[in-house]
C-alpha cells in the first residue's frame, strides 16, 4: 500500500491553441484523499484528470504519478467495442492477468510442440517458465479472477442474464457502470472519475456513493452532483479563472467558506483601495507643493511612490459570477385541475420474446401550481409516461386529462425539442419571429456571443444545447413545465440559477430528475415510478427518502384533509378540487 503523496501536479500549464486554460498549477493528492474537483464547464477539470491519468501531455511544468502508484481513469464518455458482450469487456479489467493468461496459453501450446516436446532442454525451459507466469497468476488473484468479475458485475445491478449483452445494447448508464466495474475489479491506488454519476440513477449513484467511501485509495472525482459530493468529498478543490484553490470539508462547507473568504476579500479590498487612494492623494499634493521649487517634498512623494508600489496589492473578488439570465413565466394562470392521469398502462415488444409492460396502473392528479418530481430506475417507464402526456405516445388503455386552460412546455433530456440542422439564431425563431438585434440579446443571456448565434445545433456541447432549450422555454411561457432531467448538462452554477428561477415560477411543474440536490429544492411532491406503478410521497426528496424507511419499518401515517387551506386557495370545503393534507404520525 502506497503511503504519502500518490500524484502531483508541479507549476502545470495547459494551453489549447493560443488559449490559456490554466497557468502554474501545483496540487498534491495523498493516499486516502476524497476530492472534489468543481468549477465552471470549460475551465480545464478534465485536462487535469487526463494530465494525471497520462493522457494528455502539460504545455508547461509537471503532472507527476508516485513510482509504484497506478492510475484508473473513467471519462465523461466511455467507448467500447459495441460487439464485444458485457463479460467479455469486464473480463479485460486487469491487463496483467489478462497477459499473463494469454503467456500460459502460449507457454502451454509449446508444450505440445513436437520440436520442443522432443526436446528435453527446451522442455524443462518452457515448464520452468509455465511454473512461475503460473504462480504469478495465482499471486496476483487470477485463479479466482471469473468469479470476482461476475460477483463485481452483480454487485453493480447486473443479473446473469446481461452478461451475454452485446454492449450495444447498454445504456449510457450501464456503460459507466461498466467502465466502474473494470476499475473496481483492477483497484488502482488512485481513481480519476470524470462526472461518473451522468445517466446513472438513484440507486447507480447511491452505489457509487458507497464505493467512494469504501475504496481502499484515494479518489478525484468531477462532478455537478451536489448532494454526492456532499456525501463523498473530504476536500473540495475548485478550479476557476485558471487558478485551483483548496477547501477542506464538502460541497456545502465549500460554498460557505467559499461565500465568507469572498466577504473577508472585498472587505480587505475596499480597505487597501482607500489607502491607496490616500497615498496617491498625497503624491500628488507633495509633487504639486515641490513643483519646481522644494526637492524635499518631490523625495517624500518618490518615496511614497516606491511603497505604493511594492504593496501587494488585494485583487477585487468577482462576487456574482456571469450566469445564465433564466427568467420563467406562466402567462395564463391555467386550469386549477392541470393533470389527470387515471389506470395508463402501456407495453412494448420484449426482444426475448412476449411484452415488456413499462407503464401497468399509472394514477396521477396534478393541482395548480404543484411541483412535482417523478423518480425511478434507469428504464422504469419515467420518459415513456412523459411521452404518453404529451401525446407522442400512445397508451394502450387508461385515460390522460389535460386541464383546458394548460399550456405545455417540454424539456427533453435527450434535445429532441431541438432542430439540430438549425443554427442557434434559427431555432430561437422557431418560438417566436425575433430581428437580429432581439435574437443577439436573448441568446447573450444564455451566454452566447452574436457570433455564436450561427453556430448549428448540432456542434454545440450538451451543455450549450441545454442552454438553448432553457431560451425556448422563456419565450414559450407554459403554465405546465415537464422537465426531463434539466439538470443533467448544466454546470453547478446554471442548476442553481435554474432552481432560483423556479422558486419564483407562477406555474405548475412536472420533473423526471436523479439530480437529489435538485429535488430537494424544487419539489414539493415526490411519486416514484417502481413496477409500472406511482407511490406518492407528499415532501421532497429528503421526506421521500425518510418515509419510505418509515414504511419499510412498518410505520403508517395518517393524511387529513385541511379544509382551511382549500378555503385559502379559494377551492371552498369540500369542492374535492384539492385535498391539501396535513400529516399524522401515527405507528
Known sequence: MVIGTVARLAKATVYFGAQEIFRELSWEIYHDARIGLVGPNGAGKSSILKMLAGEMETSKGLAQITRGVRVGYLPQEVHFGLERTLLDEALDASPTLAGLER??????????????????????RVMEKHARVVAEFEEKGGLNFDNRVRATLRGLGFGDEDFALPLAALSGGQKKLVGLAKLLIEQPELLLLDEPDNHLDLRGKEFLEKLIADYPGAVVIVSHDRYLLDIVAEEIAELEDGKLTLYVGNYSEYQFEKRQKLLRQQQMFQIQQRDI????????????????QNEKFVRRARSMQKRLDKMDKIERPKMERRAIGLDLNAGSRGSNKVLEISRLAKSFPDPRGGTNAVLRDVNLTMWLGERVGIIGPNGAGKTVLFRCILGQEDADKGEIYIGPSTTRSYYSQEHETLNFDNTIADEVRRVKPMIDREVFGLLGRFLFSAEDSKKKIRNLSGGEKARVQMAKLMLQSANLLMLDEPTNHLDIQSAEVLEETLEDYNGSLLMISHDRYFLDNVATRIVELEDGKLTEYLGNYTYYVEEKARRARGEVRKYVRDEDDEEERGMGKGSGKRESKKLVNRI
Open 103 to 124: 503467456e500460459m496459453r502460449e507457454l502451454e501450446a509449446l508444450m505440445g510442440d513436437a520440436s520442443v516436446y522432443d526436446d528435453e532442454k527446451k522442455l524443462t
Open 277 to 292: 487612494q490616500r497615498l496617491e492623494f498625497s503624491i500628488r499634493r507633495l509633487l504639486g507643493w515641490g513643483a519646481g
